[in-house]
T-cell receptor, first 117, second 110 residues
Framework: EAGVAQSPRYKIIEKRQSVAFWCNPISGHATLYWYQQILGQGPKLLIQFQNNGVVDDSQLPKDRFSAERLKGVDSTLKIQPAKLEDSAVYLC???????????????FGEGSRLTVL | GIQVEQSPPDLILQEGANSTLRCNFSDSVNNLQWFHQNPWGQLINLFYIPSGTKQNGRLSATTVATERYSLLYISSSQTTDSGVYFCAVLGPDSNYQLIWGAGTKLIIKP
């Protein structure tokens, strides 16, 4: 079974430029998460999708970050314009369950490492 | 909100040694997971263990929910065990917002 696919693995941009990250979840997984992981910290949830609908985007900085999951499969996370503090690894995860209560079925991709200069 | 503390923050061991990593949490939980993040950044789910004890090869985990802590045991460490170990929990009022500890960075020397 193929895992969660993410691209690009690495991206270096200047501040105020834009960047987009792509995620393809495990086949059949209805729930998709985007996390931001700053060096030395645990991941922070940015947005959760159930199929193509947003379940929670309360921690997404909506003035510069946007995400979509058209057709309920692939997802794209965009940052525009980027700031220095956006330097982090952006992790995509998927689960066959909508709720993580009572389940450990959460699978991560390898992440996209962003450096903003 | 719920607080998650992991200890120690860093651990350096020789290959073959045993180790115990600890996760303390400040409230009751509906979900507790241990993850390993390898040096290339991949996060792998090790255990789903909101209570009780589980074992998987050289790794085992125990959660004492009433005392609000979990322990991850690694026996006969190998260099491939190096990386960061995270504990993540789901608070009593949440269905999907995992709260993560800061991790324990483990280095296994050959």
């Amino acid at each position: 079974e193929a895992g969660v696919a993410q691209s690009p693995r690495y991206k270096i941009i200047e501040k105020r430029q834009s960047v987009a990250f792509w995620c393809n979840p495990i086949s059949g997984h209805a729930t998709l998460y985007w996390y931001q992981q700053i060096l030395g910290q645990g991941p922070k949830l940015l947005i959760q999708f159930q199929n193509n609908g947003v379940v929670d985007d309360s921690q997404l900085p909506k003035d510069r970050f946007s995400a979509e999951r058209l057709k309920g499969v692939d997802s794209t996370l965009k940052i525009q314009p980027a700031k220095l503090e956006d330097s982090a690894v952006y992790l995509c995860a998927s689960s066959p369950r909508q709720k993580l209560r009572d389940t450990g079925e959460l699978f991560f991709g390898e992440g996209s490492r962003l450096t903003v200069l | 909100g719920i607080q998650v503390e992991q200890s120690p923050p860093d651990l350096i061991l020789q290959e073959g040694a045993n180790s115990t990593l600890r996760c303390n949490f400040s409230d009751s939980v509906n979900n507790l997971q241990w993850f390993h993040q390898n040096p290339w950044g991949q996060l792998i789910n090790l255990f789903y263990i909101p209570s009780g004890t589980k074992q998987n090869g050289r790794l085992s985990a125990t959660t004492v929910a009433t005392e609000r802590y979990s322990l991850l045991y690694i026996s006969s460490s190998q260099t491939t065990d190096s990386g960061v170990y995270f504990c993540a929990v789901l608070g009593p009022d949440s269905n999907y917002q995992l709260i993560w500890g800061a991790g324990t960075k483990l280095i296994i020397k050959p």
